[in-house]
């Protein structure tokens, strides 16, 4: 496993069989330039058409998810509410 970050700040986790130096450095130079939701849509697999590798799983790291729903919900504590609620 291997942890990235992409164009939108989503730390990913990529599992590369075989993982080697060469397609670790494409990796390196690919992912930052994607976005989350372009992944999913095969764009790393486009990037990497020509290198032999096989990605076995790329699964997204809960902590910015967490921070973000954390933010979220204090910023809609902190609006103030009408009196009696």
């Not at 939108?8 to 075989?18: C, E, F, G, L, T």
């Not at 372009?38 to 910015?64: F, P, Q």
């Amino acid at each position: 496993m291997a942890k990235f970050v992409t164009r939108d700040n989503k730390s990913i986790r990529i599992k590369v069989d075989p993982k080697d130096e060469k397609l670790m450095e494409l990796l390196r130079d690919a992912i930052p330039r994607l976005s989350y939701d372009e992944i999913l849509d095969g764009g790393l697999e486009k990037r990497l058409k020509d290198a032999a590798a096989d990605i076995g799983s790329i699964k997204v790291s809960t902590d910015g998810d967490i921070k973000d729903i954390l933010l979220s919900k204090a910023i809609f504590d902190a609006i103030s509410k009408p009196m009696g609620m």
